[in-house]
């Protein structure tokens, strides 16, 4: 099978995520090209980018754009568009199909599809040295490429929690990773790493035990997928994509509503009991459950799921 990707590897999430889709596809004997040429079907993320003729199309869905500036929904009139003109529809999670699906519309067909890696990747990585017995990592990227904050990130909330853990655990360090200018807290035992590549940032999940993402939502953060397959313990916000993807290493802690596409549309950022999540980190290293790795999010796997896709898009059945 040949598959006309209407998408750039580019250092991006999606990206990132397609490098490592590719060669497994390839396994299967599924090939990703970026020419038209002798093609079955066509795939693209978010919106149809280049011409593709009459080929099946297979549209993989990366979220919208966020509504509280109103000069941009009609960029999500235009994704709704192109979700009708697909033949079939990939969603990073159900979360991501009931709140955007539910927002625009949802396809003719529909496959909900993790984003995913292989854990393997971190078979031979040398960890960071820490000093501490115990650590925690807070990872995301937090802001916008303009630098304007990604608020439904929870940076601010993120930097409390390692504040107020760290004055309780005084053999804990907390990591804050990603690409913010905004230091709240940071001492010796609140540090922020700036952006890592993607080797340095294995380094760092391979040395902690517990990452912590409190996002409101997401659709299916790869900073997630990652601590899953480095074997961190994942203590993840109850909406999105997140809570889908910990398996049984890891805990849900129910700090928000349950999220709809109204919700969405407001992008008001609700407060949220920190203490909850401070709770799940002292249980976590006064009991430390054995540690385990969702077989969900297994890049051999996640090909598997995207050739009964695609085969769905071009004959029909899977």
Known sequence: MRVFLQ????????????????PELSKLGVDLVTENKKCDLTLSLTSWRKPSGNLPRVLRMDGVH???????????????KDIKKADLVIWQSKFCEDIVGGLLCKGKKNAVIFNG??????DSVEPIKSEYKRNIVFCSKWDYKNKTPRIHKRLKDSAKIARDYTGIDKDACCWIIGNTTERRYEDERVRYTGWLDNEELKRYLKMADIGVYPAWFDWCPNAVVEGV????YMIVGNNGG??????????????DKPMTPKALKKMEVPKID?????EVMLDFYANRPEKSI?????????????????????????
């Not at 580019?10 to 990206?15: A, Q, S, V």
């Open 229 to 232: 397959a480095a074997g961190m």
């Open 7 to 22: 998408y750039e590897l580019t250092d991006t999430g999606k990206g990132k995520f397609l490098e490592r889709l590719t």
């Open 242 to 255: 997140q809570a889908e993807l910990i398996g049984d290493y890891g805990k849900v802690v129910n700090i």
């Open 294 to 318: 969702n077989p969900a999010i297994h890049i051999t796997n996640i090909a598997k799921q995207y050739k009964k896709a695609f085969e769905e898009a071009l004959w029909g059945k899977g």
């Open 66 to 80: 966020m509504l509280q500036n109103k000069r941009i929904g009609w960029r999500n009139e235009e994704i709704a």
């Open 117 to 122: 890696m292989d854990p393997a990747e971190f």
């Open 274 to 278: 920190r203490t909850k999540i401070m």
